[in-house]
């Protein structure tokens, strides 16, 4: 005896033919569109993740700054070139008034990774502090600029 077919099972066989998958044509506007996407969403991504790296540096320095102003009330002096920014958390040899630590973790380096300047007597003050930038270099325009007090 034949199995009867159902009307139910003939409209699922026609439904299963007529799918069908995307063309070629279909698939490289898709990829197109994305790709045009990409190219107008990305630049403005990557300036606005410069400008970010910016403002992080100049917020690091000035907590800097205010750790070496309050160094300074406690110890009477700025650390010298030599102690460095690490005598923010660590306290100097022949220190007595040294009341710190006065940084909450360890001295942070610059959005580049590098370490900031700290120089003593400064050129433009008692300190100088100083983030060379994008390129690491003094001097430089933009994100490769120099960042600090006074600069």
Do not use: C
């Amino acid at each position: 005896m034949k199995p009867q077919t159902t009307n139910h099972d003939s409209r699922i066989t026609n439904h299963a033919s007529s799918q069908r998958g995307f063309t070629l044509l279909e698939l490289l506007v898709v990829v197109a569109i994305i790709g045009l996407l990409v190219g107008y969403v990305a630049p403005r991504y990557f300036s606005q993740v410069g400008k970010s790296e910016v403002q992080v540096a100049r917020a690091q320095l000035d907590a800097l700054e205010k750790a070496l102003d309050q160094y300074r009330l406690d110890t009477r002096r700025y650390p010298t070139a030599e102690q460095g920014l690490v005598a923010l958390v660590t306290r100097p040899a022949n220190e007595p008034n040294w009341a710190g630590p006065y940084l909450k973790r360890a001295v942070p380096n610059d959005p580049w990774g590098r370490p900031y300047v700290y120089r003593t007597p400064g050129q433009k003050g008692e300190f100088d502090l100083i983030s060379y930038g994008r390129d690491g270099k003094a001097g430089g325009s933009g994100e490769d600029a120099d960042i600090g007090p006074g600069i």
